[in-house]
């Protein structure tokens, strides 16, 4: 596996211990109300509980980690990223922590709530339009005027393996579990949840979650080949507007065994389910995976996938936006 991928089941450990210092072990909850509607034994692996309020500490922090221990003899001059702010936040803070500047790219809408939080780590961010490709030019020239290095949110080899170790953990806390259920949109959380699950419990399915706004990553299983979004994407998930990229491509090609679109409504939906039947103050990402489970489409599903991990990616949520929440009504299933 480690020549046909960018990482190894091996990295995923060796991030376990780099950061399990660090990191919050994050609860999985239940939910008696989810269980009746889905008929299915419901898990949610609560990353929203996670140090700066998403799983994206992980791999940012792994990172971090890996690129002082990579030069030891000097820190590096900064760390720079472009994110629409989870993973900003999370390099953030990380960089903090070992006293390294840092400077995020953001797209100009993303939300509020997570720019503050980048700010309030003590980073540096630069604006650049939705598009991929002007983030990645923006973040090019911030990289060359820094001097600093680059840690990609979602394609970095370190980045994926740190997302990695969220399966080790619900391997453990939910022995039986049949499926983990996990929001794409770069891919770096699913790559390293399935080589994970794949080299421990190869039995156990990974599934990815999308909107059909940004259903990248289901066109390029559809296709067998990596086929990015055309255009910046719609949607109100913002964590997953993002497409996948070189080095997760292989590993869902191979190891993710489905991928599940669901609407807008849908999404909003979910999120505000959780919300109310289990408290639960998730972002509308977080709510991609438990739109999968809801959905018809998912009702294809062998019954013997019984037990299933959602993964709730993160919860920061932009409170000054949420006027889509009355409009939340019941999709047609």
Not at 25 to 51: A, D, H, M, W, Y
Not at 134 to 151: A, D, F, L
Not at 241 to 261: A, E, K, Y
Request: charge should be negative.
């Amino acid at each position: 596996m480690c020549d046909q991928y960018c990482i190894s089941f091996a990295d995923v450990e060796k991030a376990h211990i780099n950061i399990r210092d660090f990191i919050h072990l994050t609860p999985v909850l239940t939910s008696s109300i989810l269980n009746q509607v889905t008929g299915r034994n419901l898990f949610f692996k609560c990353e929203l509980f996670q140090k700066t309020g998403s799983f994206k500490i992980r791999g940012a922090l792994n990172a971090i980690r890996g690129l002082i221990s990579a030069t030891s003899e000097e820190k590096p001059k900064a760390v720079v990223t472009h994110s629409s702010g989870n993973h900003g936040q999370a390099l953030s803070y990380a960089a903090k922590l070992q006293g390294i500047p840092a400077y995020i790219v953001v797209p100009e809408t993303a939300p509020n709530c997570k720019k503050l939080a980048i700010q309030g780590y003590g980073a540096s961010i630069v604006y650049s339009e939705q598009s991929d490709e002007s983030r990645e030019n923006v973040t090019k020239r911030i990289v060359e005027e820094t001097e600093g290095i680059m840690v990609h949110p979602n394609q970095e080899p370190a980045v994926i393996a740190g997302q990695g170790t969220i399966a080790m953990e619900v391997l453990n806390q939910v022995p039986l579990v049949d499926a983990l259920v996990v929001p794409v949109g770069g891919g770096g959380m699913v790559a390293g949840i399935a080589i994970t699950v794949k080299a421990l419990r190869p039995s156990v399915k990974v599934y990815a979650a999308e909107p059909l706004n940004a259903d990248d990553c289901y066109q390029s299983k559809l296709k067998g080949e990596l086929t990015p979004n055309p255009y910046p994407p719609e949607t109100i998930a913002d964590g997953v507007r993002s497409s996948i990229g070189l080095n997760t491509w292989p590993i869902i090609r191979d190891l993710v065994d489905d991928v599940f679109t669901v609407t807008e409504d849908e999404i909003k939906y979910a999120t505000q389910l959780v919300w109310e039947r289990m408290k639960l103050l998730i972002e509308p990402t977080a709510g991609v995976g438990v739109a999968a489970v809801l959905s018809q489409h998912f009702q294809t599903v062998s019954a013997e996938v019984k037990n299933i991990c959602i993964v709730l990616s993160g919860g920061n949520v932009d409170l000054t936006s949420l006027t889509w929440v009355k409009q939340a009504e019941k999709p047609a299933l």
